[in-house]
């Protein structure tokens, strides 16, 4: 079993700051991409950034310049840091990890329960 826990949602104003935490638990062997959906209420979950094991990053088009993907390969964690938020910015964010439990089994996808993230105008 596999655990990713998020932290750090709330509600912020317009232009304000925020930071996501996500940390992986359990039966964890390796850690390969890690990342970030997003889904706003009435609207499809779409990837925000993703970060791959050796540091390698990808942004959606609507978040580039503002969010910052990083990681922490030892401590089996993943940061999201929001600057410049908008009120469109407002959604359920979820945490995402393709983890292997063993050296010799396959990978598979894993998701946190997911943090409310509400911007005000």
């Known amino acids: 079993q596999v655990q990713l826990v998020e932290s750090g949602g709330g509600l912020v104003q317009a232009g304000g700051s925020l930071r996501l935490s996500c940390a992986a638990s359990?039966?964890?062997?390796?850690?390969?991409?890690m990342g970030w959906y997003r889904q706003a209420p009435g609207k499809q979950r779409e990837l925000v950034a993703a970060?791959?094991?050796?540091?390698?990053?990808n942004y959606a088009d609507s978040v580039k310049g503002r969010f910052t993907i990083s990681r922490d390969n030892a401590k089996n964690t993943v940061v999201l840091q929001m600057n410049s938020l908008k009120p469109e910015d407002t959604a359920v964010y979820y945490c995402?990890?393709?983890?292997?439990?063993?050296?010799?089994?396959?990978?598979?996808?894993?998701w946190g329960k997911g943090t409310l993230v509400t911007v005000s105008s």
């Open positions: 995402n990890a393709d983890v292997s439990t063993s050296r010799y089994h396959y990978g598979r996808d894993y």
């Open positions: 970060i791959s094991s050796g540091g390698r990053t």
């Open positions: 359990g039966s964890i062997f390796s850690i390969n991409d």
